[in-house]
C-alpha cells in the first residue's frame, strides 16, 4: 500500500526510466523513485524502468504469474504492491533479488499455496507482509523462516482451518497479527495460537495489535486473561492424546469369531465398492474432453456447453493466429474442414479479412474483439515471429478482461520448452491444449469452436485467397 502526498516529486518522463501507461516520480531529497501502474490493464510487472525504482503500485491489474526474473531490474525496491490482482503462481526465489524490501502486499489475489521457497526473502529488514484475502487453506510452519524481522503478517480472509505449531515462536519483532475471516474449528485447531497469543499478551506483556480477541469461539472474550487461560487448559486437556490400555487376554466365542469375520468380509467389499467407483470417477474425469467430443460426434450435441452472452453478436468464430510459414496448412487444411457447409465456422485470417490500409497492431485488436475464441497454432516459426507474439499477448490480456477461456493453443510439433515465451510457458502449464498428432485433434477442434447459428459460412477457397491483393502493411505480417 503505497499512500502519501506527491507534492515534493517530480515526474519523470524518459522513455528508458519509464513506461507507460506508468506514472514515474522522483524526490530529490531522498532519492526515492515511486512508480503508479495502478489500473493499467497490465499482464506482468513492466520492464522498461529505471533500476533506482524504491516503490512501485500495480494494484488493480491483471498479473497471474510472478518469476524469478520479474522483479530482477528494479533490486532497490522497497515497498511492492501487487494488490488486487489475479497472481495464482508464485515462482520459488521470486522476491530474491529485492535485497531492500520493506513492505510487500499480495492481498486481493487468488493464491493458493506460500511455503518458504516462495517467500525466500534476501531483505533483511522485511517488515510488512500482506496475504489477505487470498484462497489458502494452509502453510508449513517454517514458512516465516527467512523473514525473522517481520512485524506485521495478515492472514484474514483466506481458508485456513488451523495455524501450524510453532510457526511465530522465532518471530521476535513480531507486533501486528490479523487472522479474523478464517474458517477455524474452536478446538485444537487454534490450541497454538491461543497459547501462543496468551504468552505473547499476558505473559510477556507483549504490545500486539491483532483481531485473535475477535475469533468467535463459544462467546469466549480472548481479551480477558483469565478465561482464556481457562480455555486453553481445557483444550489442551481435551486434545493430549489418551493413555493405551493394558493388554488382557479373553476367550471369545466361536460364533463371535465368525461374525467378526463376516464383519471383515462386509467391510472389504465395501471398501473396494468405493475404490472401484473412485478409479472410474477418475477416468471419466481424465477422459471428460475425450468423452464429451464422442458424444458430439455420435450427436452432435454439446452436454454441459452453454454460450456465452458475451459471443452473442459477434462477428467471428474464431481468429486464427498463425505465422505465414505456416500458411499452407491454414489455407489448405484448417480452412476448408471448419468453413465447409457442414462445419458452418466463420473465420477470421490475416490475408482475408484485415482491413486494407488500418494500422496493423489495430487490426489485430479488432480481429479479436470481434471473435469468440482465438485459435493459436504454435509452431517453431510463430515463436520466432515478433507479430504473432504480440497476437498471443494481446489475446491473453483480453481474456483476462473478459475473464473467460477465450484462447484454444494448438501445439503444432514438439518445441522445445527452453524457446517458449514466458507467458505461453505459464498459460500451458495452467490449461489444457490440443497437439496436431493427437488422432482426435479434428474432432476435439470441431468441438472447442462454437459452431455459428443461422449464419452463412464464406465461401472462399486457398487459391482464392491466394489471389487475394493485399496493402503492403499486412504483407508485412507474412514476413514475421
Not at 69 to 76: A, E, V
Not at 168 to 173: A, E, G, I
Request: hydrophobic fraction near 40%.
Amino acid at each position: 500500500m503505497i499512500s502519501g502526498t506527491l507534492d515534493f516529486y517530480s515526474e519523470l518522463t524518459s522513455e528508458s526510466d519509464c513506461q507507460l501507461p506508468c506514472l514515474c516520480t522522483f524526490q530529490c531529497v531522498t532519492d526515492h523513485v515511486l512508480v503508479l501502474c495502478e489500473n493499467a490493464s497490465l499482464a506482468e510487472v513492466p520492464v522498461n524502468l529505471t533500476s533506482a525504482v524504491t516503490a512501485i503500485s500495480l494494484k488493480h491489474n491483471f498479473i497471474t504469474n510472478l518469476t524469478r526474473d520479474s522483479f530482477s531490474h528494479i533490486p532497490s525496491l522497497q515497498v511492492l504492491d501487487l494488490g488486487d490482482n489475479m497472481i495464482c503462481y508464485i515462482e520459488d526465489g521470486s522476491f530474491l533479488p529485492l535485497r531492500v524490501l520493506y513492505d510487500l502486499y499480495l492481498n486481493d489475489n487468488d493464491i493458493s499455496e506460500v511455503n518458504s521457497a516462495i517467500l525466500n526473502m534476501s531483505s533483511p529488514q522485511i517488515a510488512s507482509l500482506d496475504l489477505s484475502t487470498n484462497r489458502i487453506s494452509s502453510f508449513p510452519n517454517d514458512t516465516f523462516n527467512e523473514m525473522t524481522s517481520v512485524q506485521g503478517i495478515f492472514l484474514h480472509n483466506n481458508q485456513l482451518s488451523t495455524i501450524p505449531d510453532g510457526v511465530f515462536d522465532d518471530l521476535l519483532n513480531l507486533s501486528a497479527v490479523f487472522v479474523i475471516g478464517n474458517p477455524f474449528n474452536c478446538s485444537c485447531d487454534i490450541l497454538y495460537l491461543t497459547s501462543w497469543y496468551k504468552d505473547a499478551v499476558f505473559t510477556n506483556g507483549l504490545s500486539l495489535s491483532t483481531d485473535i480477541p475477535q475469533l468467535p469461539c463459544n462467546d469466549i472474550g480472548f481479551s480477558n486473561e483469565t478465561e482464556l487461560d481457562q480455555w486453553v487448559r481445557d483444550q489442551e486437556e481435551a486434545c493430549s492424546p489418551r493413555p493405551t490400555a493394558s493388554v488382557v487376554t479373553v476367550e471369545v466365542p466361536v460364533t463371535q469369531i465368525v461374525t467378526t469375520q463376516k464383519w471383515y468380509l462386509y467391510a472389504g467389499s465395501a471398501a473396494l465398492a468405493v475404490f472401484l467407483t473412485a478409479a472410474v470417477c477418475w477416468l471419466i474425469y481424465d477422459y471428460r474432453l475425450e468423452i464429451l467430443v464422442f458424444i458430439y460426434i455420435k450427436t452432435g450435441l454439446k452436454p454441459f456447453s452453454s454460450r456465452s452472452p458475451d459471443d452473442e453478436g459477434k462477428e467471428y468464430d474464431a481468429f486464427i493466429s498463425f505465422s505465414s510459414l505456416d500458411r499452407d496448412f491454414v489455407l489448405e487444411e484448417l480452412l476448408p474442414k471448419l468453413e465447409s457447409q457442414e462445419s458452418r465456422r466463420r473465420l477470421c485470417i490475416h490475408h482475408r479479412d484485415f482491413i486494407v490500409g488500418e494500422c496493423i497492431a489495430t487490426n489485430i485488436i479488432n480481429a479479436i474483439e470481434k471473435s469468440k475464441k482465438i485459435l493459436i497454432l504454435c509452431s517453431k516459426n510463430y515463436l520466432e515471429s515478433e507479430w504473432c507474439s504480440y497476437e498471443f499477448k494481446t489475446s491473453h490480456q483480453q481474456a483476462l478482461r473478459d475473464r473467460a477461456r477465450r484462447i484454444l493453443l494448438v501445439m503444432m510439433e514438439d518445441v522445445d520448452e527452453k524457446t517458449l515465451d514466458k507467458e505461453i510457458k505459464a498459460y500451458i502449464s495452467t490449461n489444457t491444449y490440443l497437439h496436431r498428432r493427437d488422432a482426435l485433434f479434428w474432432s476435439k477442434l470441431m468441438y472447442s469452436i462454437p459452431e455459428s447459428k443461422g449464419t452463412t459460412t464464406l465461401e472462399v477457397n486457398a487459391g482464392e485467397i491466394n489471389d487475394i491483393d493485399v496493402t503492403d502493411e499486412v504483407k508485412q505480417i507474412s514476413t514475421l
